[in-house]
């Protein structure tokens, strides 16, 4: 049984460009979550995805924004990108919207 | 909104010794996950813990919602349980959202 994955591992963006990252959930759940971790932060709940609507969210602008599919994977895009968006983006997948979470292996993004 | 708060945000303890790092929470919660994260970033599901004790090996956990606290206990510490564990709550403010703690950074020396 696959845990959860993402996809790409590592990516390098320029400052304005946009940019999409993937998370396929654990095999029986319904529900993402989308996390940013800045280096030496706590991970920062940026929104969960469950029946293919975005049901809560966190403290982001709207240049970040998601989507869900009928197989249950999900889209994290950001818009514009940041010096500051440079973080770790973790993906968690849980068997409802207050289930367990387990997480993937995250994708690096540096923005130049 | 909720405060997590985590401690101590760093420990250093020798092969062997025990440990015990704590969790507030400064309202009430649905849930509660302990993580250990990895030097690579990779977030380890410890216990999911909402109330109540549990044990896994040389860990255990107890939650008690009512006085918004929990406590991870680290027994006889490896070396491999260094890196930094993190506290999360769930709560549901109409949709339903995680909080995380800062973290403990935990270096265990040989």
């Known amino acids: 049984d696959a845990g959860v994955t993402q996809s790409p591992t590592h990516l390098i963006k320029t400052r304005g460009q946009q940019v999409t990252l993937r998370c396929s959930p654990k095999?029986?759940?319904?529900?993402v979550s989308w996390y940013q971790q800045a280096l030496g932060q706590g991970p920062q709940f940026i929104f969960q995805?469950?029946?293919?609507?975005?049901?809560q969210r966190g403290n982001f602008p709207d240049r970040f924004s998601g989507h869900q599919f009928p197989n249950y994977s999900s889209e994290l895009n950001v818009n514009a990108l940041l010096l500051g968006d440079s973080a770790l983006y973790l993906c968690?997948?849980?068997?409802?919207?207050?289930?367990?979470?387990?997480f993937g292996p995250g994708t690096r993004l540096t923005v130049l | 909104g909720i405060q997590v708060e985590q401690s101590p945000p760093d420990l250093i303890l020798q092969e062997g010794a025990n440990s015990t790092l704590r969790c507030n929470f400064s309202d009430s919660v649905n849930n509660l996950q302990w993580f250990h994260q990895n030097p690579w970033g990779q977030l380890i599901n410890l216990f999911y813990?909402?109330?109540g004790t549990k044990q896994n090996g040389r860990l255990s956990a107890t939650t008690v919602a009512t006085e918004r606290y929990s406590l991870l206990y680290i027994s006889s510490s490896q070396t491999t349980d260094s890196g930094v564990y993190f506290c999360a709550v769930g709560l549901n403010t109409g949709g339903f959202k995680t909080i995380f703690g800062a973290g403990t950074r935990l270096f265990v020396k040989a």
């Open positions: 968690a997948s849980s068997p409802g919207q207050i289930g367990e979470q387990f």
């Open positions: 095999s029986g759940h319904d529900t």
């Open positions: 813990i909402p109330s």
């Open positions: 995805y469950y029946e293919e609507e975005e049901r």
